[in-house]
């Protein structure tokens, strides 16, 4: 049941940026994209770093701002980049096959074995998505399908790094997204003032907008899914990504009115079905791989009676500070 929970409260992540589309639209100044990714990310990094009130120290300022400039820095303006020049199915489709770039990376530095099932479920999560927002007008444009392409794997990269390195001792999930939003934030603003000039005049609902963005869309969104991270394998977290096309698709239709096929609705069963059976699959390979490490710590436990109640306990402490996350 704990695990569930926290993919349900995981999963509130990418429905929150599944919302991005129609805050967008409707309420913050026209393009001006890497505007927008500034005014989400610093001064939810800021904030988030105030309440924690914890600063990185050592080798944690260069990891922060790594991880920073993967999740973020460098994915919203190619994210951006990709939207702009691509139909917005397009760069979505692209965008769901951020769960395959996991896979590989994840077994490549994690040793998470890539399952068929797991494989699987990310290809048909992506071709739900692609049932859902391609169209038959939608074209392509290189330097578009390259931006979408390694911004997925930018995201990717951050999500299995944030997982290697984990987390200093005594750091929580709120500094680490604190941090990293505000190295990406730092990362655009010369991007955003060199491509795009100086900041827009905002009116009361780009104020709005940017609220939420800052507040919900961003610093909540984020640091759920940094905490979710630390909680469950970096293929069960990001299986979950497809949840963001389908929930702008949702209200795309719930608030703007825009019609569904009954193919967009087939897709999405499709994608939301495929992100079921990927947490299923994630789910019997940790347990897999729990029973495998339990079997083989009882291989190599000393018989009962050998230590005593203090060494026990001594033992007992080592063993659970052995098997925490990787701190670095």
Do not use: C
């Amino acid at each position: 049941m704990k695990r569930i929970a926290t993919i349900a409260v995981t999963a509130l992540a990418p429905i929150s940026w599944g919302s991005t589309y129609f805050v967008a639209s409707e309420l913050l100044p026209p393009d001006r994209p890497l505007f927008t990714g500034v005014m989400r990310a610093l001064p939810a990094g800021l904030l988030l770093t105030a309440l924690a009130r914890k600063l990185p120290t050592g080798q944690w300022w260069w990891k922060a701002a790594v991880l920073g400039g993967l999740n973020i820095g460098a994915f919203f303006p190619l994210l951006f980049l990709s939207a702009y020049r691509l139909p917005g199915g397009v760069a979505a489709v692209l965008g769901s096959a951020g769960p395959l770039f996991v896979v590989g990376l994840a077994a490549l530095l994690l040793g998470e074995r890539a399952r068929l099932w797991t494989v699987l479920a990310a290809v048909a999560a992506a071709f739900g998505v692609s049932m859902v927002v391609l169209t038959a007008q939608a074209q392509l444009d290189l330097v578009g399908v390259v931006a979408g392409i390694v911004s997925s794997a930018s995201m990717a990269s951050g999500t299995v790094m944030t997982k290697r390195w984990g987390r200093p001792e005594g750091v929580g999930p709120l500094a680490m997204t604190g941090w990293q939003l505000t190295a990406g934030g730092l990362i655009i603003i010369p991007v955003a003032a060199l491509v795009e000039g100086a900041p827009p005049a905002l009116d009361g609902k780009a104020f709005l907008g940017y609220g939420y963005m800052m507040l919900i869309n961003t610093g909540v969104a984020y640091w759920l899914w940094i905490r979710g991270i630390g909680q469950l394998s970096a293929t069960s977290v990001t299986l979950l990504g497809p949840l963001s096309p389908l929930t702008a698709a949702v209200i795309g239709w719930a608030a703007l009115g825009q019609a569904l096929s009954p193919v967009q609705v087939l897709g999405m069963v499709i994608a939301f079905g495929a992100t079921i059976a990927g947490q299923l699959a994630a789910s019997r390979a940790g347990a897999a791989g729990a029973a495998g490490a339990a079997g083989a710590a009882g291989a190599a436990r000393p018989k009962a009676g050998s230590f005593s109640s203090a060494e026990e306990t001594d033992r007992n402490v080592s063993m659970d500070l052995t098997g925490d996350p990787v701190r670095r």
